[in-house]
């Protein structure tokens, strides 16, 4: 069965800390895809990043940076220098690429992040 | 280019009513889906549309839900009659049809906050 963990529910760092929020998955496939939504106050889930489970390169985007461990099945996301416009809900998710093309994405429970000036 | 929107953005409503919830994907995105997040819990999969057809309703609760996609564009998700549990926000994504396999991305809406009293 697909699961994602974020076990982190709230997180709270002073500005220009570096902060990294946690992500486990579990999925007996060996196709799958890993995401980021980051869901702001005024409410849309805004897509971060999308992984495919055959590249396990870490990515960097600016001040956001991603790891990606199948050993550990996890997909941690890191932000550096956090600034006040990264207080959010961070979701991980899942989908699985064997089934059809368009296959519906599990998501964690998130974790709500307050960067505090 | 606008992003997916949802219709209303707040909807108060009482036990036993009916409330039609709209949601206008990307434009030439054929795949649709409906997702909600009951209080406390994950968010979850409702149902996915390829164009007009259901491709996977899995994720329906129940027949008090109906979700339609006429023409293949905008959805409607009705709830006929609203219980106390279906208070949360149901957010609408859509994707393109991937070319050459593969997945492509959800994007999401701002969601509709529902509350049954």
């Known amino acids: 069965a697909q699961k994602v963990t974020q076990a982190q529910t709230e997180i709270s760092v002073v500005e220009k800390e570096d902060v990294t929020l946690d992500c486990v998955y579990e999925?007996?496939?060996?196709?799958?895809?890993l995401f980021w939504y980051k869901q702001p106050p005024s409410g849309e889930l805004v897509f971060l990043i999308r992984r495919n489970s055959f590249d396990e390169q870490n990515e960097i985007s600016g001040r956001y940076s991603w790891n990606f461990q199948k050993s550990t099945s996890s997909f941690n996301f890191t932000i550096t220098a956090s600034q006040v416009v990264d207080s959010a809900v961070y979701f991980c998710a899942l989908s699985e690429a064997m089934k059809t093309s368009y296959d519906k994405v599990i998501f964690g429970p998130g974790t709500s992040l307050s960067v505090i000036p | 280019e606008a992003g997916v929107t949802q219709f209303p953005s707040h909807s108060v409503i009482e036990k036993g009513q009916t409330v039609t919830l709209r949601c206008d994907p990307i434009s030439g995105h054929d795949n649709l889906y409906w997702y909600r997040r009951v209080m406390g819990k994950e968010i979850k999969f409702l149902l996915h549309f390829v164009k007009e057809s259901k491709q996977d309703e899995s994720g329906m609760p129940n027949n008090r839900f109906l979700a339609e996609r006429t023409g293949g564009t905008y959805s409607t998700l009705k709830v006929q009659p609203a219980e106390l549990e279906d208070s949360g926000v149901y957010f609408c994504?859509?994707?393109?049809?991937?070319?050459?396999?593969?997945?492509?991305?959800?994007?999401f809406g701002a969601g509709t906050r529902l509350s049954v009293l």
């Open positions: 999925t007996r496939d060996t196709t799958y895809y």
């Open positions: 994504a859509s994707s393109q049809a991937p070319r050459g396999g593969g997945k492509n991305i959800q994007y």
